[in-house]
């Protein structure tokens, strides 16, 4: 099989694939892409690519709804790069605290003598402030934003935090110290600095827009190390005109955000760590080369989970819409060849929902039968068939 890369994706991901016998952006069609920060959006994908894998958490750069009416998964890595991320996170706080940039800057420009002692009578102009007492707002309690918030603890922050999808596994992620907000109001009104770790959607696009930006302190920091497009970039810039807010850190620039003193930017580098970008290329070989071979789906972002053990000879995967009475109609065409099921798992997310199904036979010569089958059935949107290799 071929998979199609952008973005220089991590030796460690694709020596991965190469180990197990697949072609890297060889002549014909792919049956995969692995990509990073590549925008998909104008890129025409090819009809013989059946999974798309970012190896980074975000998937804006991914044409998402287009490949779900076509049954392509689309997988991200999340957590693959959350250290990084939380790392950078932490110091980006400590720029909020301290004017660390500014101070750099000024000393690079004194010439001659003891740099500390030339700018002892502007040392006022930086100070900073401590982070010990002071209270971080939290939003979103994922893989970075749990990070995030449980190392603020260590700094002697008190820490609030605000998830909308929380649930056990995140509250296992969580510090028990950690005040659980109701609402995103409750952190903006209470917070001296609030950092921004969710995903972006169409929901969330200026999350934190003119009226959130009011509720805030005005000497709050507001950072966002989670997407660009989450903060309302021109009303940050007004809240920081208008004195209503202190400072905005964000990995994620636009022409409103320059030569503003109040604002630092950092040039999307949250995940760029030689760590985190192994880890996120090798997750996201291993979850292409699952479904390619498996047909298991783990971490995909438009078709629901699932992650079977692969013991009988064959197995069907069917991506369909999610209607009523698909069961039925695939077990019938199964079933009018004759052939047993083992095995089948069924689950649904939104709109979209999968099939898979275990076989131990399959005569010669039906594979393309059963396949082309199943494919006729109404609102199925696209069959693969799997053999054991083991």
Avoid: C
């Avoid at 790069?81 to 720029?95: G, P």
């Avoid at 935090?161 to 950690?178: C, E, F, K, Q, S």
């Avoid at 080369?289 to 498996?294: A, E, G, V």
Wanted: proline residues 4%.
């Amino acid at each position: 099989m071929n998979i199609k890369t952008y973005n220089a994706i991590s030796h460690t991901g694709l020596d991965y694939l190469k180990d197990r016998g697949y072609e890297i952006n060889g002549d014909q069609d792919p049956d995969g892409i692995l990509l990073r920060s590549q925008d998909l959006h104008k890129e025409p994908i090819p009809k013989s690519v059946k999974a798309v894998v970012r190896a980074g958490a975000g998937f804006n750069n991914i044409p998402v709804t287009d490949l779900s009416k076509r049954g392509i998964p689309v997988f991200n890595t999340p957590g693959g790069n959350a250290n990084a991320v939380k790392e950078l996170t932490v110091a980006a706080l400590i720029m909020a605290a301290r004017p660390i940039v500014g101070a750099i800057n000024f000393s690079n420009q004194v010439r001659g003598g003891d740099v500390s002692l030339r700018t002892e009578a502007n040392k006022g102009g930086y100070r900073g402030t401590e982070l010990y007492e002071k209270t971080l707002g939290v939003i979103g309690l994922g893989n970075v934003g749990s990070k995030v918030a449980n190392i603020a603890l260590a700094f002697g922050m008190k820490v609030i935090g605000y998830d909308p999808g929380l649930n056990a596994n995140t509250a296992w992620r969580v510090d028990r110290h950690i005040t659980h907000a109701k609402s995103v109001d409750e952190v903006l009104q209470q917070s001296d600095f609030v950092t921004v770790h969710i995903p972006y959607t169409k929901e969330n696009h200026h999350f934190i827009d003119a009226d959130k930006l009011a509720e805030m302190k005005p000497n709050a920091a507001l950072i966002n190390f989670s997407r660009g497009g989450i903060v309302d970039d021109e009303a940050a810039v007004k809240a920081l005109n208008a004195d209503k807010l202190r400072m905005f850190i964000t990995d994620f620039s636009s022409e409103v955000l320059f030569d503003n003193d109040k604002v630092i930017i950092t040039p999307h580098i949250g995940g760029s760590t030689v760590e985190a970008e192994d880890t996120s290329a090798l997750m996201a070989a291993k979850q292409l080369d699952d479904y390619l071979t498996s047909g298991n789906i783990v971490n995909s972002v438009n078709y629901p989970d699932i992650n079977e053990p692969f013991t009988t000879k064959y197995r069907l995967g069917v991506l369909h819409n999610n209607v009523p009475n698909m069961i039925g109609q695939i077990t019938k065409v199964v079933g009018e060849l004759d052939l047993n099921i083992e095995e089948l798992s069924n689950r649904a997310v939104g709109d979209y929902a999968y099939t898979l199904l275990a076989l131990n036979q399959l005569p010669l010569g039906q594979e393309d039968n059963i396949v082309d089958n199943l494919a006729a059935i109404e609102n199925v949107l696209n069959v693969e068939l799997y053999q054991n290799q083991d």
